[in-house]
């Protein structure tokens, strides 16, 4: 069983830069693809970027790519989503995910299977 643990979310103003962790435990970290997504009030989730199992591929959604850069850290365990350039539209809960053998590719959260609860993440005009 894999646990994910989202954290560093908050209230940032427009501009604003914030840090997401997550945390995996369970299994081996780096046999996973990882992935953050998001949600909005009243959306559907939404991809906002992956990594491959070793961190050297990535892949952005349009909507961030240039300001968000997502990372791991193997030995820690853990994933990261740096976000810069903060705007309202990026007010969402915030999502890790792990799939299992997955990669930079894979885009579709129909394709994870370890989920954490999410983060809060607004960001005021």
């Known amino acids: 069983q894999v646990q994910v643990v989202e954290s560093g979310g908050g209230l940032v103003q427009a501009g604003d830069s914030l840090r997401l962790s997550c945390v995996v435990s369970g299994r081996t970290f780096s046999w996973y693809g990882m992935g953050w997504f998001r949600q909005a009030p009243g959306k559907e989730r939404e991809f906002v970027a992956a990594?491959?199992?070793?961190?050297?591929?990535?892949s952005y959604a349009d909507s961030v790519k240039g300001r968000f850069t997502i990372s791991r850290d193997n030995a820690r365990n853990t994933l990261y989503l740096q976000m810069n350039s903060l705007r309202p539209e990026d007010t969402a809960v915030y999502y890790c995910?792990?799939?299992?053998?997955?990669?930079?590719?894979?885009?579709?959260?129909?394709?994870?299977?370890?989920w954490g609860r999410g983060t809060q993440v607004t960001v005021s005009s």
């Open positions: 990594i491959s199992w070793n961190g050297d591929r990535t």
């Open positions: 995910a792990a799939v299992f053998l997955g990669s930079e590719n894979d885009r579709d959260a129909s394709k994870y299977d370890n």
